[in-house]
């Protein structure tokens, strides 16, 4: 049988960083993520007698590392439905790979929503969120739309994600400024083992379950200038754990420093914008809709940004009828 599914990346306000499980992806702590609007990974799985080998392509490329990891998932969806057939998969995303956008969030939510109905399995939006947490622990929150929680759990079953409001909750604008489209030199899975090195690891587990709490108050509250001092705040926290990790992880680059400082001076200026980074170069500035297109305006007068992605909060995975081959 052949599937597709769409999915869409999503931006975390409260991060991960560790795992206290790694074969089964469990973070050492619980996260808060809105679901992105336009950026996206289509992907089509088909299982079939005719195919002799698994075969894995990626936006046109073939790659042994992404190939492993993807059949790995597959071999668990194929387990679930007792199935041994061969599969191909081509995948396709919208935005540039491994830059620091997620897109292993939207690429395994994408993956495990077509596979498993490609396998005949009918599972629940939790347990398909436990399924792709497996491939990606961001992915399980891009199951869902809008604003997303990822309960921590000390167990498999227990660590899931949950929509806390839809996408029409909160006029909320993510604009990307991409300074590099480079792949950065250490993947997410791999710098993530290095999170407990870091003589601030400790410290900072201690008071995440009182910052998720306190995202979600602001989230459901709508107060955009509290919610944005901690998210930014939160930002800069990760990204100290990896900075004094061993070995130290340091994805930002210049360009990437410099639209953070601009971000603050904009703000000291009257504009309200705050900034949050994922694991990677590219800054997602965070404003309200009416301060949209005068951010837009300002990131586009800087000659080091490649590209702008403008996002607000999108749907969750989902199947659809048109295939990629």
């Known amino acids: 049988m052949k599937s597709t599914a769409i ?3 999503n931006i975390a306000f409260i991060k991960y960083w560790g795992r206290k499980n790694e074969e089964l992806r469990l973070p050492t702590n619980g996260s808060v993520s809105m679901t992105l609007s336009d950026l996206t990974t289509t992907t089509t799985v088909e299982f079939s007698n005719k195919f002799v080998e698994d075969y894995v392509e990626i936006d ?3 790659d042994e590392k992404d190939t492993k990891r ?7 969806i194929r387990k679930l439905a007792e199935l041994n057939q061969k599969t191909k998969i081509i995948s396709k995303n919208n935005f540039p790979s491994s830059t620091g956008l997620s897109s292993s969030a939207s690429g395994f939510a994408a993956l495990t929503v077509a596979a498993t109905n490609a396998a005949g399995l009918n599972l629940s939006k939790k347990e398909l969120s436990i399924l792709s947490r497996q ?3 961001s992915s399980c929150r891009s199951i869902h739309g809008g604003f997303v929680e990822w309960l921590d759990g000390d167990s498999s079953d227990e660590s899931y994600s949950e929509q806390i409001h839809d996408e029409n909750h909160w006029d909320l604008y993510d604009i990307i400024a991409v300074v590099s ?3 950065k030199e250490v993947p997410t ?3 993530q083992t290095y999170a407990n090195t870091s003589p601030f690891f400790k410290t900072r587990k201690n008071y995440m379950k009182e910052r ?3 995202c979600k108050k602001y989230i459901e509250e709508k107060d955009f200038t509290k919610f944005g001092e901690l998210i930014e705040h939160e930002a800069l926290d990760m990204h100290a754990i990896m900075i004094s990790s061993i070995p130290s992880l340091i994805y930002w680059t210049p360009e990437s420093l410099k639209i953070m400082k601009l971000v603050k001076k904009w703000r000291n200026e009257g504009l309200q914008v705050y900034f949050t980074v994922n694991t990677g170069q590219d800054v997602h500035v965070i404003c309200e809709k009416e301060n949209k297109e005068k951010l837009i305006e300002k990131l586009n ?3 080091f940004v490649k590209e702008i992605r403008q996002n607000h909060a999108g749907q969750g995975a989902r199947l659809i009828e048109e295939h990629l081959f």
């Open 7 to 9: 999915a869409n990346s």
């Open 301 to 303: 007068n800087l000659d």
């Open 212 to 214: 998720i709490e306190l």
């Open 135 to 137: 491939g990606s622990g």
């Open 70 to 76: 993807i059949i790995k998932h597959i071999d668990r």
């Open 60 to 62: 046109g490329k073939v």
């Open 181 to 183: 489209k480079e792949k």
């Open 189 to 191: 899975s791999i710098g």
